[in-house]
C-alpha cells in the first residue's frame, strides 16, 4: 500500500502532506527529527491519510492535496477537527 498522510505540527499548527509506502516508519521519522522540512516543527501527529494500492496514485492525490483545491478538500473534510 501507498499513502498520502496530513501531519500537524503541535507546535505552530501548520500542517505538511506527504507520500510513503511505510506509513508508521514515517511517522516516526518525522518525530525523531530526520526530514529537515519538519524538524523545527516537532511534535508531529497524523490527522488524516488515505491509502492507494498503486505509487503512481498516491502521488498524484498528494499533488492535488497540496494545491489549493486540497487545502479547502481538507478543510471541509475535518471541519470538526479544525473548529475544536
Sequence with gaps: M???Y???S???GKLYIGCTNNLQRRI???NAGTNPSTKARRPLKLIY???FLL???AFNREKI???QWG???LQRVLKHYFAK
Design 28 to 30: 516516526q521519522e518525522h
Design 65 to 67: 492535496i497540496k494545491g
Design 6 to 8: 496530513v501531519l500537524e
Design 2 to 4: 501507498h499513502y498520502v
Design 49 to 51: 491519510y488515505e491509502a
Design 71 to 73: 487545502r479547502k478538500f
Design 55 to 57: 505509487q503512481a496514485d
Design 10 to 12: 503541535e507546535m505552530d
